[in-house]
């Protein structure tokens, strides 16, 4: 009974959600992937940056399908509209680029270190709540917005939320944008370095 900027909890918790299990479920998958593949990784040559990123790509036909459902019931309930609407294209880019960078450092770090694995559950747990998912941003005081702006989730289930509901929800703010793309890129950048240092000592530790 929570209100969420004065529509119904059930959909701006449905807004959030969605995006949330696309990014959980991508970046849960893609940490083990390599070790799951390692059949793969040891007889045949060719990109293992793949096999993470393939993950991805299997979690967004559920994810389709949700935001379908989703669509149709904001649009019956005359929250959504367009061109608001296809601003869930950006924001599922965003989603897929940051599960993306996350994912290649997970996959890498999992394949020298399997207890990363484990831990990944309750860390994703923790973000859960960290991220404006069952609740609003707009029941924080200015400084805690700005600290939410730091979690990257943050920016895409708020876009979500203003993609599906624009009536009810504002556009997250250039501030977020900016900090979001930093970090992604950063986690990318990361990610990708990581991996290349450790893709060496897959063979043995696999």
């Known amino acids: 009974k929570l209100p969420l900027a004065g529509a119904p909890y059930i959909f701006g918790f449905a807004t959030a959600y969605v995006p949330w299990v696309l990014l959980s479920s991508s970046i849960t998958s893609s940490a083990g992937s390599i070790v799951e593949h390692r059949y793969l990784v040891k007889r045949v040559i060719f990109p293992v940056e793949i096999i993470p990123a393939d993950s991805i790509l299997v979690h967004s036909l559920p994810h389709a399908i949700l935001v379908t459902l989703i669509t149709i019931a904001c649009l019956v309930r005359g929250y959504a509209s367009f061109p608001e609407l296809l601003f869930v294209l950006y924001y599922y880019v965003c989603a897929v680029v940051f599960a993306s960078s996350v994912g290649l ?3 890498s770090l999992t394949v020298v270190l399997r207890d990363a694995q484990q831990i990944l559950p309750s860390f994703l747990n923790v973000w859960f709540w960290l991220t404006p998912i069952a609740w609003g941003v707009g029941q924080l005081p200015p400084a805690g917005r ?6 990257p989730a943050s920016y895409i289930v708020s ?11 504002p556009a997250p703010g250039v501030f977020a944008a900016v900090v979001f793309w930093i970090m992604a890129i950063m986690m990318l950048i990361i ?7 450790l893709q060496p000592h897959f063979w043995d530790c696999l």
């Open 191 to 197: 990610g990708s370095f990581c991996f290349r240092r």
């Open 159 to 169: 876009g979500y939320r203003y993609a599906l509901m624009p009536k009810v929800f």
């Open 146 to 151: 700005t600290l939410v702006a730091l979690n």
């Open 105 to 107: 450092f997970l996959a």
